[in-house]
């Protein structure tokens, strides 16, 4: 504060005393400001991404400290110059000294609450309690900060005490902090609340049991002639991350309804775990930590996923469903879903590519003869990693993959015999060249694109289709009144992390580099 009354006397623009003065005194207020604006960003990255050792949680720290202390030190030298420059301005007022204070604290603030909006999913409660205090202090602490140098300023220019530190400013202060905090984070919760907000649904009872075998890297050049049942080539799905093609097919909307996207982690250099879960607005973990070399990026398959799954929908709503291998899903038995993940059978694969097909088929067929479901499905991997992603030479990839399409030929006369209409669903793989395939053991309507297969399954169990799909049912040719969504999933805001094991089973079936 000294220091503030000593360079407020001296020529900006010729004396060097001045402008060491006005570093020193804006590197002390920026070190605080940066210390408590680290504190609610490390609060959150720990909720998300617990558990981190020691020295993760302190570079974590470190790292948005010292970005924090940087923003603040350009704003506080600003904020002198600007009140140096024009010494005119209404500091004496209570009103415009408090308005100047509280819109620097807001100014801080607020890429707090960009950055805390741009994850993935919704925060938890104690996230958000322990988020939104720390956010309050920081908010209190910054307007307290600038309002001192305003005061030093103040009382150099004026000669005397302004009126508004003759008065306590703490019941002002703290109600804008809680009308800040209000603003910013409440909304978050409240949409969290509304998201769970169950849609109406008119079902059309029926007994038709269907199956559908999802096949990666199977395109309609592969499976011609090749199952015994009438096979129609469509168009791909738009280009995008092997799960973000998968989530569209399986839950008929685009990306931007879903939120299933390929993602990066951050790993601290010499740290031992993975950063997860990461603002999509984070500059300073996600590109300025790799630039400056104390942390790497590496890829993560995604875990978050907005919408659901059609067999999700339809089981959450009476209708016995099993669900085998698909991405972004977890084991679980709830209600009338029967979910077998990826991670314990690509743990028990052990990077064969054959075997993962061959575990989550036999699965499949236990968990189908022991639920006796409506509604069956199986992501089946092995012909996309075989031909796109293991590397093999020729006549390996030719071998291996016969015996793949040999198991789904195997399959859909398994399923056909235990009496269920099979859909067999095939996307190209990444850089795959060839048309996306879908064929039925029931005749349908020439589909326009992959993006029917949801459709035709919500409409050949009964279910209405939303305004949110873009494709069409083939099961039927008059098209009825559609919902307007089947909201958001009710799991959406707890994000599973991804263990080491099922990542570095991933990394050897090529799915990361």
Do not use: C
């Amino acid at each position: 504060m000294h220091g503030i009354e000593r360079w407020f006397a001296l020529d900006p623009w010729s004396s060097r005393a001045f402008w060491l003065e006005l570093i020193l005194v804006a590197l002390k207020a920026a070190t605080l400001i940066g210390a408590f604006g680290a504190l609610p960003m490390t609060a959150v990255m720990l909720f998300r991404n617990s558990p981190l050792t020691a020295f993760e949680t302190l570079g974590l720290f470190l790292t948005y400290a010292v970005t924090w202390l940087l923003m603040a030190f350009v704003l506080v030298i600003l904020i002198a110059l600007i009140l140096k420059v024009r010494p005119a301005l209404p500091i004496d007022t209570p009103r415009a000294l408090l308005a100047i204070s509280l819109a620097a604290g807001a100014l801080l603030v607020l890429p707090v609450a960009v950055w805390w909006y741009r994850f993935d999913t919704a925060p938890a409660t104690g996230e958000l309690i322990a988020g939104a205090a720390l956010t309050a202090i920081f908010f209190l602490v910054a307007t307290i900060v600038v309002s001192a140098a305003l005061l030093s300023f103040s009382i150099y220019e004026l000669q005397r005490v302004p009126a508004i530190h003759q008065k306590p400013r703490t019941i002002p202060m703290a109600l804008a902090a809680a009308a800040l905090i209000a603003l910013l984070f409440v909304p978050a919760y409240a949409d969290r609340e509304r998201s769970a907000i169950e849609p109406m649904v008119v079902t059309t009872p029926n007994s038709a049991h269907v199956a559908l075998i999802a096949v990666d890297g199977l395109t309609n050049e592969i499976l011609q002639s090749r199952l015994g049942i009438p096979v129609i080539a469509v168009p791909p799905l738009p280009a995008g991350s092997t799960t973000e093609r998968w989530a569209s097919l399986g839950t008929g909307v685009p990306t931007s309804a879903h939120g299933v996207r390929a993602i990066e982690g951050v790993r601290f250099r010499g740290g031992r775990h993975i950063l997860q879960r990461v603002s999509r607005a984070d500059v300073v973990i996600m590109n300025a930590a790799p630039l400056l070399g104390i942390a790497r990026r590496e890829p993560l398959p995604p875990t978050v996923r907005r919408r659901e799954y059609v067999w999700e929908i339809v089981a959450r709503r009476g209708v016995p469903s099993v669900a085998v291998n698909w991405w972004t899903t977890a084991d679980e038995r709830e209600g009338g879903l029967t979910s077998i993940g990826q991670e314990s059978i690509f743990a028990a694969a052990r990077g064969d590519a054959l075997r993962v097909d061959a575990l989550a088929t036999s699965r499949f067929l236990y968990a189908v003869d022991r639920a006796q479901p409506r509604f069956a499905t199986v992501y089946l991997p092995a012909l996309d990693v075989i031909l796109n992603r293991a590397g093999l030479d020729q006549t390996t990839q030719l071998a291996q993959s016969l015996r793949a399409l040999d198991g789904i030929t195997a399959l859909v006369g398994q399923m056909r015999g235990r009496g269920y209409h099979v859909i067999v669903a095939g996307l190209p793989g990444d850089h795959q060249l060839g048309q996306a395939v879908i064929a039925s053991t029931k005749h349908l309507e020439t589909p326009a694109g992959a993006w029917d297969v949801a459709p035709t399954i919500l409409d050949m169990l009964g279910f209405p289709l939303s305004r949110e799909m873009p494709g069409h049912s083939l099961a039927s040719v008059s098209e009825e009144p559609r919902i307007a969504s089947y909201g958001n999933r009710k799991s959406a805001a707890s994000a599973r992390g991804v263990n080491e094991e099922y990542y570095e089973n991933l990394k050897s079936l090529g799915y990361i580099r």
